[in-house]
């Protein structure tokens, strides 16, 4: 394998058989994506910090212990990048802001930690929206990361950075932050795989923070293969992390080829959840008849009132911004500037909240975990749109604040409830932008999860559908 262009293309899953064949060199796979950064991410802004040397220094290493045998773990040699909230030691970690442009932590977050003694190859940091809120990814200070699939329009967020890199083949996996939708967001409107695990199935330490109660770590792929490979490799139990929770075990990836025959699967059909373009609706129709058609029984449900998703939605933002302004109180009140003006207004409106508005928040977050414990006792797995919206024009203010107040109705409500939930492309509007399926399990049941999206996937062409981008 030499062409850089067709190493790009392999899979996540495909670079580790090859790395492991010695059919693959690591250096070669790592030049190739550095390679392909250089040619795209002017257009597409997608990393805010490449580290060319850094990771080509890594790639030698990994192919040195490669040929003597010391291959450390299936992710060896693997290209990667981070949301540039992961902290990083000597690499800079701005949280998209301007007032942390030139901060360069001492340590590494413990994912990253992980990675690094897995022997993958870290690419770089990428765009975000500003601290984590907002959905746009459109960034007052770096600029705004722009759709692989279409450079006039949005990559979402907040992880923005993250979607249009694995779509565009920049790396071959990239880790996000997802708080109320910012990994399956962006994922939706890029047409990747994006993962929100279960509430402390990974660690958090050493992600700058949005809010405590409801942020998750999580990442993107571009097959659901790659996505159980890498679960399987980053769920472990971190101690050192107060907001880790010690899960049992699984191994995500062997046991991801299992039938969906018989399982019962609820439909989110009703006004809240039919609010969305047409063509999403119409997409998620036919996800749900290529379940029908996989043996699965398809139950249409009244969702948003079985679990009253509108009203603990609108109080997820509660929480979120009230952890945020608390996190940034003394910045707000010192250099108020230096927040963008989407954000610093965020800041402002939705976190002077009273502690009787927190309470409220607070409490239906309980319900709402309970809520989803009662649902999934009656079926295996539920099936929503990820978005309301396909896709949102940069040069349209008036979309864009429509897409501030609806991008994240769909997302929010299982960072509340706090169970995995992922978004997989389920099709292409007529404008060939991309549509995400929304999938949710219960808590801890990432391995069925996957399998669900796996088994969706394997039936369909999407997996075959990348963005036309010219080197």
């Not at 070669?28 to 390679?35: I, K, S």
């Not at 107060?242 to 899960?247: E, F, G, M, T």
């Amino acid at each position: 394998m030499t062409d850089s262009t067709e190493l790009t293309r392999l899979t996540l899953t495909q670079a580790v058989h090859a790395i492991g064949a010695r059919e693959l060199s690591p250096v070669a796979l790592t030049e190739a994506h550095l390679q392909r950064i250089q040619a795209l991410n002017p257009r597409l802004n997608a990393f805010l910090t490449v580290t060319a040397d850094y990771a080509l220094e890594r790639a030698r290493a990994a192919e040195v212990a490669l040929h003597k045998g010391g291959r450390r773990s299936a992710l060896h040699g693997i290209p990667f990048a981070l949301k540039d909230l992961y902290e990083t030691e000597g690499i800079r970690t701005t949280g998209g802001t301007k007032f942390w442009s030139q901060n360069v932590p001492r340590r590494s977050a413990y994912l990253v930690e992980l990675l690094e003694q897995y022997g993958a190859i870290l690419l770089g940091k990428l765009n975000m929206h500003e601290i984590a809120l907002g959905v746009l990814n459109d960034n007052p200070h770096y600029g705004a990361c722009r759709n692989p699939y279409n450079l006039a329009y949005a990559t979402g967020g907040s992880s923005g950075g993250s979607a249009a890199a694995v779509a565009a083949r920049l790396c071959m996996t990239a880790l996000g932050s997802d708080t109320r939708g910012s990994v399956r967001i962006p994922a939706a409107l890029c047409g990747v795989v994006g993962l929100k695990p279960s509430y402390g199935r990974l660690s958090v330490r050493g992600m700058l923070p949005l809010s405590y109660s409801l942020d998750h770590a999580g990442f993107m792929t571009r097959t659901v293969e790659d996505a159980a490979l890498l679960l399987a490799w980053l769920s472990e139990y971190d101690p050192d992390d107060p907001y880790s929770v010690a899960l049992p075990e699984s191994d995500f990836f062997s046991d991801l080829d299992q039938s969906v025959r018989d399982w019962y699967v609820a439909l989110a059909e009703d006004e809240y959840f039919n609010d969305c373009e047409p063509e999403i609706r119409q997409a998620v129709q036919a996800a749900a008849a290529v379940f029908e058609s996989l043996g699965a029984h398809i139950v249409p449900l009244n969702v948003e009132k079985r679990l009253n998703v509108k009203e603990t939605t609108q109080l997820s933002r509660t929480i979120t911004a009230s952890e945020a302004a608390m996190i940034y109180t003394e910045r707000l009140q010192r250099e108020p500037d230096s927040f963008g003006a989407d954000v610093l207004a965020r800041l402002r409106s939705e976190g002077s909240a009273t502690a009787a508005d927190y309470a409220k928040a607070r409490r239906a977050q309980v319900l709402a975990t309970w809520h989803m414990e009662r649902l999934f006792e009656e079926y295996d797995l539920l099936i929503t749109p990820c978005t309301p919206i396909i896709g949102v024009p940069l040069e349209d203010e008036q979309a864009k604040a429509a897409a501030r107040a609806r991008l994240s109705a769909f997302t929010a409500y299982f960072n509340m409830a706090g169970v995995p939930a992922l978004s997989v492309p389920c099709g292409f509007s007529a404008r060939g932008l991309p549509i995400g399926l929304q999938m949710v399990a219960p808590y801890a049941m990432e391995a069925r999860l996957l399998c669900a999206a796996f088994a969706y996937e394997k039936a369909t062409e999407w997996l075959s559908k990348a963005p036309s981008l010219a080197v």
